[in-house]
């Protein structure tokens, strides 16, 4: 089975910053792409960013200059480091990753359980 954790969620106010990161661990026979997703009280889930694992990156606009998403393909972990946060950025922050459990299995997109990020003064 492969499980992916987030950490490092929490309050922090307008103009701040914070790191996230996500851990996948399990049976991973290869990780592919990583990204961080996110889901505000009353809207849909929507994409912040993503990395691939040669590391090609992608933004969302609301995140660009402000957001850098990394990994440690080694570590299977991905980091999601949040500056200038505004009050619009909050949200459940969740992490995704495609992996291939093994060598007989196709890849599919795993889901962490996500972490709060809360942009208040």
């Known amino acids: 089975q492969v499980q992916l954790v987030e950490s490092g969620g929490g309050l922090v106010q307008p103009g701040g910053s914070l790191r996230v990161s996500c851990v996948a661990s399990?049976?991973?026979?290869?990780?592919?792409?990583m990204g961080w997703y996110r889901q505000a009280p009353g809207k849909q889930r929507e994409l912040v960013a993503t990395?691939?694992?040669?590391?090609?990156?992608n933004y969302a606009d609301s995140v660009k200059g402000r957001f850098t998403i990394s990994s440690d393909n080694a570590k299977n972990t991905v980091y999601l480091q949040m500056n200038s946060l505004k009050p619009d950025d909050t949200a459940v922050y969740y992490c995704?990753?495609?992996?291939?459990?093994?060598?007989?299995?196709?890849?599919?997109?795993?889901w962490g359980q996500g972490t709060q990020v809360t942009v208040s003064s």
């Open positions: 399990g049976s991973i026979f290869r990780a592919n792409a």
């Open positions: 995704s990753v495609n992996i291939r459990p093994s060598t007989w299995s196709r890849p599919r997109d795993y």
């Open positions: 990395i691939t694992s040669d590391g090609s990156t």
